[in-house]
């Protein structure tokens, strides 16, 4: 009776918000605004706006709130759905905690399933083939509102004629199209398909090359991306004592959609917890393949059955320092028989790309 009434009581007030709405006064999606508080945001979906969300969510609130989301009101879209004006909804910058790195909830290969709202910065890069089919054959991590951060190889590596068409944010599990737990009590918002407007590869990469150095690329949306509980950014090691710390010894997540032990890409994100490991050791192993690493890769795993695989490339690997999770490595290459023991697959060293990180993105 409970749910019945809060939902009945959050449709009046939409109805109301959107009978309230001046036309002449109507802002469009994303343009700056000021809330009733003063504080500076932008005019975003309603549902999309955790501060109000959570007030209607509670279904008690007071004349005052009432009052002040309907004060928040700033436009519809064409479709009729109401848009209000929420503060600190965009941060052009790179994020630093509490602003990047939300914790995991506290309830891939040889991995677990996650839970809804773990690792809220992974993203899918999705492309589109020559036949006119798409698909997700890729990962990133979202660092900022503007941009998400993948693996070069996901851009120059790829078959002939494949282009990069979008990138999805918010997503759980891709055989459905909204996701909910086991008892459909509670469900995430729908996922959220954002525009390319710019991808940035690093200018040393070689496509051609067995080591991958310089594995790493950003990709910038046509817009900024509202954040949520379901999406928000990774911390990046942008200061001392996260950029230069030894994490040998230490134990990272990755996170991704990749193959499974079954072959196949999973269609729910999976995490996998990894070993970082010694670098010297780790490049000995390979220099014996004929593939010469740099201090600019650092090696995880390497324990039988558990590992990242094709499909998670480019994706994320993370390691929680205090309260904040940090991207240590971006997924590059490994073994050709994922999770071989003694092994470990190769990452992106992040930390050694801050400089070239700042200074290829844009406000």
């Known amino acids: 009776m409970g749910t019945t009434m809060q939902r009945t009581l959050l449709a009046c007030i939409l109805i109301i918000v959107t009978l309230s709405i001046s036309p002449g006064h109507a802002l469009n999606e994303n343009d700056p605004c000021i809330d009733p508080d003063g504080e500076a945001g932008h005019c975003i979906y309603?549902?999309?706006?955790?501060?109000?969300?959570?007030?209607?969510?509670?279904?008690?609130?007071?004349?005052?709130?009432?009052?002040?989301?309907?004060?928040?009101?700033?436009?519809?879209?064409?479709?009729?759905?109401?848009?209000?004006?929420?503060?600190?909804?965009?941060?052009?910058?790179?994020?630093?905690?509490?602003?990047?790195?939300?914790?995991?909830?506290?309830?891939?290969?040889?991995?677990?399933?996650?839970?809804?709202?773990?690792?809220?910065?992974?993203?899918?890069?999705?492309?589109?083939?020559?036949?006119?089919?798409?698909?997700?054959?890729?990962?990133?991590?979202?660092?900022?509102?503007?941009?998400?951060?993948?693996?070069?190889?996901?851009?120059?590596?790829?078959?002939?004629?494949?282009?990069?068409?979008?990138?999805?944010?918010?997503?759980?599990?891709?055989?459905?199209?909204?996701?909910?737990?086991?008892?459909?009590?509670?469900?995430?918002?729908?996922?959220?398909?954002?525009?390319?407007?710019?991808?940035?590869?690093?200018?040393?990469?070689?496509?051609?090359?067995?080591?991958?150095?310089?594995?790493?690329?950003?990709?910038?949306?046509?817009?900024?991306?509202?954040?949520?509980?379901?999406?928000?950014?990774?911390?990046?090691?942008?200061?001392?004592?996260q950029r230069s710390r030894n994490h040998v010894g230490s134990n990272g997540y990755a996170a991704g959609w990749g193959n499974t032990e079954s072959g196949s890409a999973s269609t729910v994100k999976l995490k996998v917890q990894l070993e970082v490991k010694d670098f010297r050791e780790c490049a000995g192993s390979y220099q014996r393949a004929g593939i010469n690493l740099l201090d600019t890769q650092l090696c995880a795993g390497g324990v039988k059955g558990q590992d990242t695989c094709s499909g998670d490339s480019g994706g994320p690997f993370t390691k929680l320092d205090r309260s904040s999770n940090y991207l240590l490595g971006i997924v590059s290459f490994g073994p050709t028989k994922c999770g071989t023991a003694g092994v470990p697959g190769i990452y992106t060293n992040v930390a050694k790309y801050v400089d070239w990180i700042r200074k290829n993105v844009r406000p």
């Open 46 to 241: 309603l549902r999309e706006c955790d501060p109000l969300v959570k007030i209607l969510q509670k279904g008690n609130y007071s004349p005052q709130e009432r009052n002040f989301i309907m004060r928040s009101r700033c436009g519809l879209t064409v479709e009729r759905k109401n848009l209000v004006c929420c503060k600190g909804t965009v941060d052009e910058g790179l994020p630093e905690p509490p602003k990047c790195g939300v914790n995991f909830s506290n309830r891939i290969h040889g991995g677990q399933q996650t839970e809804m709202d773990e690792f809220p910065w992974t993203a899918l890069i999705h492309y589109r083939k020559p036949s006119g089919q798409t698909g997700f054959h890729c990962g990133g991590s979202l660092i900022n509102s503007r941009y998400v951060i993948t693996a070069a190889h996901c851009i120059q590596a790829i078959p002939r004629n494949w282009n990069v068409i979008g990138v999805r944010l918010g997503e759980w599990d891709l055989s459905r199209e909204r996701d909910c737990d086991s008892d459909n009590v509670t469900c995430t918002d729908a996922p959220v398909d954002m525009g390319v407007e710019q991808i940035v590869v690093h200018e040393e990469y070689d496509p051609q090359s067995k080591a991958q150095h310089n594995d790493i690329a950003l990709i910038r949306f046509t817009r900024d991306v509202h954040m949520s509980m379901y999406i928000s950014p990774i911390c990046l090691p942008l200061k001392e004592p």
